[in-house]
């Protein structure tokens, strides 16, 4: 399974940005996909995750900004951002997997910055 994420970028605090990560290759095996994060000097952490069947898992740091969405046609997760914070200034991760995360993309950087 191959992942391949786009939409990061530069943008101001309260602004928006939409990623995007299509997944290739075995991508039927897929179950869960989602969303990581990792700042400078910080471990990797959880930003979102969203099941096959819809459910979905935020970190409280996200919850009522962030929003994960996912197209099974299209073997594609979305992770729409808005209220972007400074602290939210990292390189963004996708992964996907059958019961977690076996697969990852590399990341691609969301700058938030007046």
């Known amino acids: 399974v191959q992942l391949q994420a786009s939409g990061g970028g530069l943008v101001q605090p309260g602004g928006s940005l939409r990623l995007s990560c299509a997944a290739s290759?075995?991508?039927?095996?897929?179950?869960?996909m989602g969303w990581y994060r990792q700042a400078p000097g910080k471990q990797r952490e959880l930003v979102a995750t969203?099941?096959?069947?819809?459910?979905?898992n935020y970190a409280d740091s996200v919850k009522g900004r962030f929003t994960i969405s996912r197209d099974n046609a299209k073997n594609t997760v979305y992770l729409q951002m808005n209220s972007l914070k400074l602290e939210d200034t990292a390189v963004y991760y996708c992964?996907?997997?059958?019961?977690?995360?076996?697969?990852w993309g590399k990341g691609t950087l969301v700058t938030v910055s007046s």
């Open positions: 969203i099941t096959s069947g819809g459910t979905t």
């Open positions: 992964g996907a997997g059958r019961w977690g995360m076996d697969y």
């Open positions: 290759g075995r991508a039927s095996s897929i179950n869960h």
